[in-house]
């Protein structure tokens, strides 16, 4: 079962900022995941909320800043004193931090309130100027988004998210068409999705901070967990073999 860092190394330092994807571009992990949103000037840009509000020390929603006025604010002190200064990266900010490893990056495209016209191609258009179209996966919940990545890029690994549980997974999955299905906690234990992994779909469970549910997971074969620990689960899955 392989480790995937939820919004980089998020337990130990403040998720979505270079420090969190410096360290978990350290560890010997499968990969790391970030969220991102556009800005008003049209950057793209890596946070997990579509306002500032939780993980700054402003508010506001990013479509409605540009760049530099969003960049005006600390994304480090709510989280501790200590990582006061973290500014909110770009993608390609972010993408330099892992152009030179072998993980693999998960991208998720939000939109749970706003649409972002054109953040597909936008992103997409990032990855192929850093030749990093083999290393990520493009997913999101607004299934709409993961079609037209499909569209513009069927090369590129693309995923379709799920809070809850769809009666029948496979067919879904090839209405998309979704490569891999990036499932939440309570929902990987379902009928639905163990029914998708005997079929060989490609499973990920998010978000798994505890060994217990780790546990489950590796019984039933899904392919990753998104952690916030990934040095925790990493000496978890080494005691196992
Ligand atoms: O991509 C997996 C996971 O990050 C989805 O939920 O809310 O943490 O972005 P969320
Ligand atoms: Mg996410």
Redesign the pocket.
């Given at each position: 079962m392989k480790i995937i860092a939820?919004r980089g190394y998020s337990a130990k330092y403040p998720e979505n900022t270079l420090t969190a994807f410096r360290a978990a571009a350290k560890l010997p992990i499968y990969g790391v995941?970030f969220?991102v949103h556009l800005t008003k000037d049209h950057q793209v840009v890596v946070i997990?909320d579509e306002s500032i509000d939780r993980t700054s020390n402003g508010i506001g929603f990013v479509k409605d800043m540009t760049l530099e006025e969003l960049r005006r604010y600390d994304y480090g002190s709510w989280f501790s004193k200590e990582y006061t200064g973290e500014v909110i990266p770009t993608l390609s900010e972010v993408l330099a931090v892992f152009c030179h490893t072998n993980q693999r990056i998960?991208i998720?495209l939000k939109s749970d309130i706003f649409s972002y016209e054109g953040l597909e191609k936008l992103v997409l258009q990032e990855v192929e100027s850093f030749g990093m179209m083999d290393q990520v996966i493009i997913?999101s919940f607004n299934h709409e988004m993961v079609q037209r990545v499909a569209k513009l890029a069927p090369d590129v690994e693309n995923a379709a998210?799920f809070a809850n549980v769809v009666l029948n997974l496979n067919e879904y999955q090839k209405i998309i068409p979704a490569k891999a299905l990036?499932v939440s906690l309570p929902s990987a234990v379902r009928q639905p999705v163990q029914e998708a992994i005997l079929k060989d779909s490609l499973v990920r469970v998010?978000?798994v901070n505890e060994i217990k549910y780790a546990d489950v997971l590796l019984k039933i074969g899904v392919d990753a967990i998104?952690t916030d620990e990934p040095e925790m689960m990493m000496e978890y899955i080494l005691n196992k073999v």
């Open positions: 939820h995941e969220d997990h998960n998720e997913s998210l990036h998010y978000t998104f």
